[in-house]
């Protein structure tokens, strides 16, 4: 028997992207999305998205510890290219470095990926420091922050007035000096999202933040068009899932109650 070659994007081949080639991400929390994914995603993000997309909760919230190393380990078993990227969950990093840097590991060496991911700016700054001291790639996430919608009230776009835009592209200098090897910025003005790409070493992977960024990551699902409720403005549909699947659960139905299915092929004789 022949073991599968593991051939992943590092952390370096990631950050060298820079100015060279775009990086390529997508959100996804399945071994069977990211399977296909992992054809064509330098990067594949375990997002706390999943609790909205998954789990059908509100906001991300309410991830766990725990719902972020079980998607984790289903999705780096079934990938062998993409660069696996984990979110921290709200509520595990944010005051304590030392917190920060159990919970990451915890998630790193359950799960086998190779980083993580935590919203913040400057605040953010030294924890990020000291992880990345410790051993643990961080990706950073500033612009729409989704762990703060109860301070912002819903999920807007960032940078509106000339203090938040100033104060946004401190956040990014901030924690690319702290070292992390990718930023994600969400839901900012292209002007904003190209700022922030000149002024910081680290690649941005925008999402809603146009075309300058040097990568973009969409969630798997909202790209496929699997839900049927509101989508951003920046979400591009490539496909949609939601009414092939519906289509296809109708039609079983009717085979069902019409005993067109199970036909001769699939049944044992
Ligand atoms: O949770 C997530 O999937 C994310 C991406 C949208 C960047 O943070």
Redesign the pocket.
């Known amino acids: 028997m022949t073991d599968t070659i593991i051939n992943r994007y590092t952390v370096p081949e990631i950050f060298l992207k820079k100015n060279k080639s775009k990086i390529v991400s997508l959100?996804c929390y399945t071994a069977q999305f990211a399977k296909i994914a992992d054809k064509y995603a330098d990067i594949i993000?375990v997002?706390?998205?999943?609790g909205m997309v998954i789990y059908g909760q509100k906001n991300?919230l309410s991830v766990t510890k725990q719902m972020m190393i079980e998607h984790g380990k289903a999705v780096v078993n079934s990938t062998k290219r993409a660069l696996v990227v984990i979110?921290l969950p709200f509520g595990t990093y944010e005051n304590s470095k030392k917190r920060a840097f159990k919970v990451s590991t915890e998630i790193l060496s359950k799960t086998g990926a190779s980083a993580v991911?935590l919203e913040g700016g400057i605040e953010l700054a030294d924890t990020i420091h000291y992880l990345v001291e410790r051993g643990i790639p961080v990706m950073g996430?500033i612009g729409l922050m989704?762990q703060r919608i109860n301070i912002k009230g819903k999920f807007i776009s960032q940078g509106h007035s000339s203090l938040e835009v100033k104060k946004i592209i401190t956040d990014a200098k901030s924690i690319s000096s702290a070292g992390v090897f990718s930023i994600?910025v969400?839901a900012v003005k292209e002007s904003l999202g190209k700022k922030i790409t000149s002024s910081v070493s680290a690649p941005t992977i925008g999402?809603g933040a146009g075309k300058y960024c040097d990568g973009q990551?969409l969630?798997t699902a909202d790209m496929l068009g699997l839900s049927d409720t509101f989508t951003p403005k920046f979400v591009k549909k490539y496909a949609n899932l939601y009414s092939d699947i519906d289509e296809a659960i109708k039609k079983y139905k009717n085979e069902v109650l019409n005993g067109k299915f199970p036909s001769a092929k699939n049944i044992y004789n």
């Not at 997002?47 to 999943?50: C, L």
């Open positions: 959100s993000l997002g706390d998205s999943m991300t979110d991911k996430h989704p994600v969400e999402i990551i969630v």
